[in-house]
């Protein structure tokens, strides 16, 4: 049996800055995560285990506490409602996600903004906040011409394209081809902010998912990231099992000659993927 392992399985950047954090804040009591932390089970169980409390809304969280918001990102309002209940702010929003809030919230001043990804994704909410309302998300083609009714109800001329850090990369070409086609009368300024470890992970996997007989994907099952690695993974292998932990592997049979593809999404702790891969050589966990 051949295993390979991805290079780029795993924490990135941006997640490990903030996992780190909440792990060096969250015994300190009082200390509130709006939603999860990150979208992986084993991660935000590690945190509240360590006294960190994981709640849906702000209300939620008594005066004067401290509320991190997550490596996701929050809408503007957040910031304003956590101010008005006197909450410490620990803002650990992915520094490449802070980037395109920055970008959006300077365009919105004489651009309409189109955010393409998946709508009810917690990053996309975030920077749909920033980008106010002359802007619309794109999640499929279906969407692009309710974004030009919208778009011809305002007197702006000049079209800014971004995209969630975590997209499908050849998804987004296509979309704002798309885009540019049907905003022909105006100036479209397209910003792939799809963050250089989402783009190198899948192209990392669709390269291990023609060479592999079998590809496991490790993640969290509301990851973002993990499923395209999944969806990648299944246009180039014939079998693919999304999992979470070692344990969602022990009752699949792998043929001594399989050559087994092992990648891991954004939010996915290192240490999960190498009891992965020890139970593949040893037999056991």
Known sequence: MEIMVGKNAGFCAGVELAVNKAKEI??????????????????????????????????EIPDGSTVILRAHGEPVITYQK??????????LTCPNVKVIHHKVEKAKKDCFILIIG?????????TSGFAGENSY??????????????????????????SQTTFSSQKFDDL????QTNFCEAEVIIDKTICNSTENRQLEVTKMAKEADVMLIIGGKNSSNTKKLFDI?????????????????????????????????????????????????????
């Open 26 to 59: 969250s015994s300190q009591g009082n200390i509130f995560c709006l939603g999860e932390m990150v979208h992986n089970s084993q991660v935000v169980q590690d945190l509240e285990k360590n006294g960190m409390k994981t709640v849906k809304q702000l209300e």
């Open 233 to 285: 993974s299944s246009k180039n292998c014939q079998k693919v099992y999304a999992i979470e932990t070692v344990e969602d592997i022990m009752n699949i049979t792998f043929d001594p000659n399989d050559k087994i593809g092992i990648m891991a999404g954004a939010s996915t702790p290192k240490y999960v993927v190498e009891e992965v891969k020890s139970y593949l050589e040893k037999g056991k966990p």
């Open 137 to 162: 998300i794109i999640e499929t083609e279906d969407d692009i011409l309710d974004a030009y009714k919208k778009f011809e109800k305002t007197n702006l001329d000049k079209i800014f394209v971004v």
């Open 118 to 126: 998946i709508k009810n994704h917690a990053e996309i909410i975030g």
């Open 176 to 179: 704002a081809d798309e885009i």
């Open 82 to 91: 956590a101010e008005e209940k006197g909450l410490k702010i620990v803002d």
